[in-house]
């Protein structure tokens, strides 16, 4: 549904994207995940016709966007960074013109417009201009208006960003609900919890290009170590970090405050009770015993520093 | 949606679907000219600049400069005043546009538009016909105050329907100029500091003030083709108010309508293509 190779911009002197592919089927959530300035926007807009690449292609919905734009907007929604409506019209009034210029007729576009009104939970602000909205209507009538022309594709550009947890989760809530109806869609985001809670897939790039690609579980099991949580009686502590140190697969630390430790492990089958049972016949109690899965900014820190320096060896999973 | 063009269409069927991405375009163009129109509805404000500014134009300028301005032929000032005001603020309606399309462009909403199947030169188009329906209300309520000084019309309906047409003309072009401008300022505030030093020469070196026969030769020429001046001039005749660029013996102060409409014809086929270029341009950065 969406396919891009080679795909780069410059502004200036400035290398915005060097080289991004890209490879999302129909009906499935790709998430582009990076730090600020990583080009995840940069794409966005590429593929969404904003932009006209330096170099390489892309189509979506199975038009290139250079050669057949127009064929391309037909298709897909857009909901950017900053909500692009009109601040000076009212919510409803916002849908219907989109809804139109969406090449609805004007009955569609108003029935499709009340829809959706009632869909988002605005039903009791339809009648007040946008610029009365708090943050979270906002985007809520932003994600509507990109909803109107019933989109194939769909890019959602940081669509969290500068909202608080409750509207994130509420908002989470609706996209979910999108990708369930089939919708493909392309997310961008700096948050790993939300790449971890609506994606499929995850390509992770950085200073413009892709430097990790991969489901979440995937990409968990590249950076490959848990952590075992561990309380026992302070006094037995030494010992215990001396017996757990063939076990581990990194150094055990001590943590402060006293009385616990973390031990790095690969995880597997067994291996909570083998440690429990190898402390016991030590004769040392456990107090409590927990495996922390690696989450994923252990990922994002791993990818987007070291793997930067060391290059892409082997990073390409398709 | 996509059943009405195919994603391939042969060269017969994309002739055949002409008519229907015309009425299409006029869609957007509809639905993008009520948009403008519509936010005066929740910023009314904005109505400020065609309703209040006309009005003190009028009033400030015909009790200032009345008995302190002597026209040849020593003609009524007032009468003189309220067609220059007119074309002043036909003239005036870059600004809007300039502005309103410098606002948009910084929102972002130019952004959604253009991820829409919609026509690209309906955003311009809407935004210049809007503005052309607020600078009527402007010329109302130019003719409005000036009624209530003392200026008055000594011709009839058709040659008043002329004179409206020639002003409305000009006005468009000066939105398109305004397109063009606004599609090439950095925000709102650079649009309109570039708006004010093309208005306010462009309104001073014309005739909408002072007689143009006592100015120095080069500034008189200049002057007389200004399309300020071409305009207060052809609605000076068509209205019988007093005309001293009658007597002047430059082309255009002797033909005024075909001048006027001449000017903001060429203006329209330069600017309006060039507006809609600059705004394609701006999209692929």
Redesign the interface.
């Known amino acids: 549904m969406i396919e891009a190779r080679g795909l780069a911009k410059s ?1 200036g002197s400035a290398r915005a994207l060097t080289g991004l592919d890209l490879s999302v089927p129909a009906g499935s959530t790709m998430c582009l995940l990076g730090p600020n300035g990583a080009g995840k926007t940069t794409a966005v807009r590429m593929l ?5 690449p330096d170099a390489g292609w892309a189509r979506v919905a ?2 290139d966007v250079v050669a057949a734009g ?2 391309v ?6 909901s ?1 960074q ?9 919510g409803r ?1 916002n849908l219907v ?2 809804g ?4 609805l007729p004007r009955r569609e576009a108003k029935r499709r417009a009340a829809e959706l009104l009632a869909r988002f939970d605005l039903q009791d602000a339809a009648r007040r ?1 946008v610029r009365t909205y708090s943050g979270g209507m906002r985007r809520r009538l932003d994600l509507a ?1 990109s909803l109107l ?2 989109p194939s594709v769909l890019f959602l550009d940081e669509p969290t960003t500068g909202l608080d947890p409750h509207s994130r989760l509420a908002l989470w809530g609706v996209i979910r609900g999108l990708v369930a109806d089939g919708t493909t869609l392309l997310l961008t985001t700096q948050y790993l919890e939300e790449a971890d809670q609506i994606a499929d897939r995850i390509c992770v790039i950085d200073g413009g290009r892709v430097t990790a690609e991969g489901t979440p579980a995937e990409l968990k099991a590249r950076v490959g170590t848990a952590h075992l949580m561990l309380t026992i009686p302070a006094a037995a502590l030494t010992r215990a970090a001396e017996i757990l140190c063939c076990h581990a697969a990194g150094p055990v630390r001590r943590l402060p405050g006293g009385g616990s430790l973390e031990v790095p492990v690969f995880p597997r089958a067994g291996l909570v009770t083998d440690v429990v049972r190898v402390l016991d016949a030590a004769g040392i109690e456990v107090d409590d015993i927990a495996l922390r899965q690696p989450s994923l900014t252990d990922v994002f820190h791993a990818l987007t520093r070291r793997e930067a320096s060391t290059g892409p060896d082997g990073e390409r999973a398709a | ?2 059943a009405s063009t195919g ?1 391939q269409p042969a060269r017969a069927g994309r002739i055949a679907a002409w008519p229907q991405e015309l009425r ?1 375009a006029l ?2 163009v509809r ?2 000219t ?2 403008t129109l ?2 005066i509805a ?2 009314p404000e904005q109505l400020l600049n065609v309703t209040v500014q006309p009005l003190i134009f009028v009033l400030l300028f015909s009790y200032v400069f009345n008995g302190a301005i002597i026209l040849p032929g020593h003609g009524n000032y007032r009468e003189y005043l309220i067609a220059g005001i007119f074309a002043i603020n036909m003239g005036g309606t870059a600004q809007g546009t300039a502005i309103g399309l410098a606002v948009d462009l910084s ?3 130019i ?8 026509s690209r030169a309906a955003v311009l188009a809407g935004r210049t016909l809007a503005d052309l329906a607020m600078t009527l209300v402007a010329a109302a309520i130019t003719a409005a105050s000036g009624l209530l000084v003392g200026w008055r019309i000594h011709r009839g309906p058709a040659d008043v329907l002329l004179a409206l047409g020639l002003a409305l003309l000009f006005a468009y072009a000066a939105a398109w100029a305004g397109a063009c401008v606004g599609m090439l300022a950095r925000g709102a505030e650079s649009a309109q500091a570039v708006g004010l030093t093309v208005i306010v020469p462009l309104s001073l070196t014309s005739n909408a003030f002072i007689s143009t026969a006592h100015l120095t030769p080069w500034l008189r020429d200049i002057a007389n083709w200004n399309p300020v001046s071409v305009l207060a001039a052809a609605c000076r005749q068509l209205l019988g108010n007093p005309d001293p660029a009658a007597a002047i013996s430059s082309w255009p102060m002797q033909h005024p309508e075909l001048a006027s409409a001449l000017w903001s014809a060429a203006l329209i086929a330069v600017l309006a293509p060039l507006a809609v270029w600059l705004y394609v341009r701006r ?3």
């Open positions: 502004f969404a016709t904003l932009l006209r199975g038009h127009h064929a907007r037909r298709r897909i929604g857009l950017g900053y909500a692009s409506v009109d601040e000076c019209l009212t009034s013109m989109i139109e210029l969406s090449r201009p208006a022309g019933r | 949606m996509s994603s299409w869609t957007d639905v993008l009520w948009r519509a936010r929740t910023t929102s972002g909403l952004d959604r538009f253009r991820s829409l199947p919609m999209a692929r950065h």
